[in-house]
């Protein structure tokens, strides 16, 4: 089991920043990528970034390259997404994710074992 807590969200301007965080425990030697996905009211959830936790490559929706981007810190299992010139269609509940298989690019949600409980990322226009 691995456990993942998010912080970090809340309500920010648009054209401002937000840092989220998501530490993970348990057994997260089982981690092979952590990634973040968000979900806006009516709408499917959606990859933002992933991040390879041996190598540290990096995969971003196309929709974020340039605004976002994904870190980790291996000392602290815990994995970030810098978010700049925020968007009001950023707006979701965003969720960081254990990928615990070798499955390249790690851009399904459906691949990936454990979750967040989700923070809430809010943009006003």
């Known amino acids: 089991q691995v456990q993942l807590v998010e912080s970090g969200g809340g309500l920010v301007q648009a054209g401002g920043s937000l840092r989220l965080s998501c530490a993970a425990s348990g057994r997260t030697l089982s981690t092979y990528a952590m990634g973040w996905f968000r979900q806006a009211p009516g709408k499917e959830r959606e990859f933002v970034a992933a991040?390879?936790?041996?190598?540290?490559?990096?995969y971003y929706a196309d929709s974020v390259k340039g605004r976002f981007t994904i870190s980790r810190e291996l000392a602290w299992n815990t994995v970030y997404l810098q978010m700049n010139s925020l968007k009001p269609e950023d707006t979701a509940v965003y969720y960081c994710?254990?990928?615990?298989?070798?499955?390249?690019?790690?851009?399904?949600?459906?691949?990936?074992?454990?979750w967040g409980q989700g923070t809430q990322v809010t943009v006003s226009s």
């Open positions: 994710a254990s990928l615990t298989a070798p499955i390249i690019p790690p851009t399904n949600s459906r691949e990936y074992a454990y």
């Open positions: 991040i390879w936790w041996s190598s540290g490559r990096t």
